[in-house]
């Protein structure tokens, strides 16, 4: 049995960007959507208050880094 080679043009490497970026060049126009950083919303504190709907929502940052949202 005997390989062939791929004759066409070399494969470039896929750049990807880190993980949980996100650009609007990523996006088509019916995906853009309005992106906050977590930082804007927290600030120097690790809790931000939310209110959608009349209901109030904590966003907190974990030790860890993680974000979690408590009714």
Request: aromatic letters at 4%; hydrophobic letters at 30%.
């Amino acid at each position: 049995m005997t390989t062939e080679k791929n004759s066409g043009p070399p494969e470039t490497a896929l750049q990807l960007p880190a993980p949980g970026t996100v650009t609007s060049e990523m996006l088509s126009a019916d995906e853009q959507k309005r992106v906050w950083k977590s930082d804007d919303l927290l600030g120097s504190d690790t809790e931000a208050l939310i209110v959608h709907r009349g209901q109030t929502y904590r966003l907190r940052c974990t030790k860890q880094g993680k974000l979690i949202l408590y009714k």
